[in-house]
């Protein structure tokens, strides 16, 4: 089983960590389920992620489309589950929903929250016991002094 990687996101914008891990993951040659619980944000997110500058561009579509399955990144809403494009990763924003089968199916798992948003915090709390007292390893990353750090493992 693989680990959650919680980011607490208090420093940088939501869309802007999103867009740091993506190139990361895309470096790796990872496909990617960006997932979210609201499709209008998903759909600001996606306006957001085309309008980056050429040399950063990162391709990507919405879920729905007729080349779902060739997606680097694909936008989701809704149920946990695997992705069409075959993700090897998936990162979830707004508290959309991750499972301990996520977490099994997936190389990595990553959870970013609005740490200034106190339901956002409490979200990711009960996603942190969720998966925890499911047997899953998690890590906890913070931002709060400026860079990005580990503060706890399981």
């Given at each position: 089983m693989g680990a959650?990687?919680f980011?607490?996101?208090?420093r940088?914008?939501?869309e802007?960590?999103?867009?740091t891990?993506?190139?990361?993951?895309?470096?790796?040659?990872?496909?990617?389920?960006?997932?979210?619980?609201d499709?209008?944000?998903?759909?600001?997110?996606d306006?957001?992620?085309w309008?980056?500058p050429p040399?950063?561009?990162?391709?990507?579509?919405r879920?729905?489309?007729?080349?779902?399955?060739?997606?680097?990144v694909?936008?989701?809403?809704?149920a946990?589950?695997?992705?069409a494009?075959d993700?090897?990763a998936?990162?979830?924003?707004?508290?959309?929903t991750?499972?301990?089968?996520?977490l099994a199916?997936h190389e990595?798992?990553?959870?970013?929250?609005d740490?200034?948003?106190?339901?956002?915090v409490?979200?990711?709390?009960?996603?942190?016991?969720?998966?925890?007292g499911?047997g899953?390893k998690?890590?906890?990353?913070?931002e709060?002094?400026?860079r990005?750090?580990?503060k706890?493992?399981?």
């Amino acid at each position: 089983m693989g680990a959650a990687l919680f980011y607490h996101v208090t420093r940088s914008p939501v869309e802007e960590v999103v867009v740091t891990l993506l190139t990361r993951a895309l470096a790796q040659g990872w496909r990617v389920d960006l997932r979210g619980a609201d499709p209008a944000r998903m759909a600001a997110l996606d306006d957001r992620l085309w309008q980056g500058p050429p040399e950063g561009f990162l391709p990507h579509g919405r879920a729905g489309g007729p080349h779902d399955a060739r997606q680097p990144v694909l936008l989701t809403t809704g149920a946990a589950g695997r992705a069409a494009n075959d993700p090897q990763a998936v990162m979830a924003i707004d508290g959309a929903t991750v499972t301990p089968e996520d977490l099994a199916a997936h190389e990595r798992v990553w959870i970013l929250f609005d740490g200034n948003d106190p339901a956002a915090v409490d979200a990711a709390r009960g996603q942190w016991r969720a998966l925890t007292g499911a047997g899953a390893k998690a890590q906890y990353w913070s931002e709060e002094q400026g860079r990005w750090e580990k503060k706890t493992e399981t």
